[in-house]
């Protein structure tokens, strides 16, 4: 059974960073055959992709985030990193990290995200 579990959330002020993890447990995270993506939710908003790694074509990610947001990877521990740099109040919301069959993407949508974590906090505020 597939399964992800994120970690690394908090309380920062803004311009601070912070580094959220998402582990893959039963599954490879860092094979070419499976993409991963991060999404967050703020309070009364829809859920919103953020960034991807993609199977094929490496990184993806949204403009709001992009210059900010970067991903790695660390093959031998099966993580998938979301490094997140100069934070704004605006990137307050619970991230999630969830794995496609897709290989590449135009977008970084929902639907075609399956295998759901339990979501991290991220606050940013002063």
């Known amino acids: 059974q597939v399964k992800v579990v994120e970690s690394g959330g908090g309380s920062v002020q803004p311009g601070g960073s912070l580094r959220l993890a998402c582990v893959g447990e039963g599954y490879s995270l860092t094979s070419n055959i499976t993409s991963v993506g991060w999404f967050r939710q703020a309070p009364g908003k829809q859920r919103e992709g953020v960034a991807a790694m993609q199977a094929i074509g490496g990184p993806i990610y949204a403009k709001s985030v992009k210059g900010r947001f970067t991903l790695s990877q660390d093959n031998a521990k099966n993580v998938l990193y979301l490094q997140m740099n100069n934070l704004e109040p605006e990137d307050t919301a619970v991230y999630y990290c969830?794995?496609?069959?897709?290989?590449?993407?135009?977008?970084?949508?929902?639907?075609?995200?399956?295998?759901w974590g339990q979501g991290t906090q991220v606050t940013v505020s002063s």
């Open positions: 969830a794995t496609s069959t897709r290989r590449w993407f135009l977008s970084i949508l929902l639907q075609d995200f399956h295998n």
